[in-house]
């Protein structure tokens, strides 16, 4: 157990090496070699909250909006399939028109690919995250943002920090593995901030921790602010691995947006998860809740190769089953595992 004040000390480190060597390390140790690929389909940049730093808030009207239909979804789903992914994240905006009836049958029918489903669409009812469990989902993701309330306040009008918590121990208690996380580099946070929101992710128990820097958007009120550094988001995710040795924490896209190199540097300061984009067309280009989003223009196999042979040229394996946290997930069949490309 670290205390907060030996977590302010990890976080500015002047030894930044030594830190992410040792996460490097936990890691190792705790759940071994395998990086566990997750294809992330976007599929609706539509979204009812206003969240400041957010690309695609509410209020910007240069947002390009797009959803993708039923059909659409699942056949991106059942691609990703095809393609050897072992679970498929998807993601979106607070976007109604999925409404409990379209998720469980959207869930219902990827379920049929034997994969491990990811839900993110953002804060819903009890009643809904039940209906989204029965019908096969898996594991939900949904970051806290930051657990400083009156900075998440301002960040996020008309939302409130209490019911996202809630929100968070709902999805726990219904038996999902639950991810959550932060950003970090918004404005007005400090490190004694950042600590007692690692404090807060260890408290309730996540199953998965996604760290990222915050990036400013141009078409947003916070367009001129500073943003978060590839340096901090890498130190916290490694404090973050060193404080819960077991979990899953992905190396995050936006930390490659800020450095050609950055997924690489996080699998090897903590991480053990990738989330390579399986969205098609021009959707990816849409999705855009920071500038500078890497892969607008590839398509799902080219980043599926990509990382692939990224990961392998650090010395690691692309884990083959379904990679929950503890091995939750009944470990799969020789048979029906896929050969990596
Ligand atoms: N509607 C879903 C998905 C949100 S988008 C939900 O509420 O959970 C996924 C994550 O992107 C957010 O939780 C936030 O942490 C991150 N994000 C949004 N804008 C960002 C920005 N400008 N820079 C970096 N990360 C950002």
């Known amino acids: 157990m670290l205390k907060k004040e030996e977590i302010i000390n990890l976080l500015q480190t002047d030894d930044e090496p030594a830190l992410l060597k040792r996460a490097d390390e936990v890691r190792h140790q705790y759940v071994g070699d395998e990086v566990h690929l997750r294809g992330l389909i976007e599929f609706s940049n539509i979204c009812r909250n206003n969240c400041l730093y957010c690309g695609i808030r509410k209020a910007n ?30 993601q979106s905006g607070e976007d109604m028109y999925y409404n409990t009836l379209r998720m469980c049958h959207i869930i219902e029918s990827i379920k049929k690919f034997d994969v491990a489903i990811t839900l993110s669409i953002g804060e819903r009812s009890y009643d809904d995250y039940k209906a989204f469990k029965n019908a096969g989902a898996d594991r939900y993701l949904m970051r806290i943002e930051t657990t400083d309330k009156d900075l998440y306040h301002k960040l996020n009008p008309n939302m409130s920090w209490d019911k996202r918590h809630e929100c968070l121990l709902m999805i726990k208690e219904l038996g999902y593995e639950l991810g959550s996380g932060i950003m970090v580099g918004l404005p007005e946070q400090s490190l004694e901030s950042i600590a007692g929101d690692l404090l807060y992710l260890q408290k309730i128990g996540i199953d998965m921790a996604g760290i990222g820097p915050f990036i400013p958007h141009q078409d947003t009120p916070l367009k001129n602010e500073q943003g978060g550094t590839l340096s901090l988001a890498l130190r916290t995710m490694a404090v973050m691995r060193i404080l819960m040795k077991d979990i899953n924490i992905p190396a995050t896209t936006a930390m490659e947006s800020l450095h050609p190199k950055g997924r690489i540097m996080a699998l090897q300061a903590g991480a053990n998860v990738v ?32 990382i692939g042979i990224k990961i392998q040229s650090i010395g690691r394996k692309i884990g083959l089953g379904y990679g929950g946290h503890n091995g939750k997930l009944p470990i799969m069949p020789q048979e029906n595992r896929y050969k990596p490309l």
Not at 70 to 89: C, N, P, Q
Not at 277 to 305: A, S
């Open 61 to 90: 009207k240069n947002a390009h909006r797009y959803r993708m239909s039923e059909e659409e979804l699942i056949d991106t789903a059942r691609k990703a399939s095809d393609m050897g992914f072992k679970t498929i994240v998807m």
């Open 275 to 306: 989330m390579p984009n399986v969205t098609e067309g021009e959707y990816r280009k849409f999705y855009e809740l920071y500038p500078g989003k890497i892969c607008v223009n590839e398509q799902p196999l080219q980043c599926r190769t990509c």
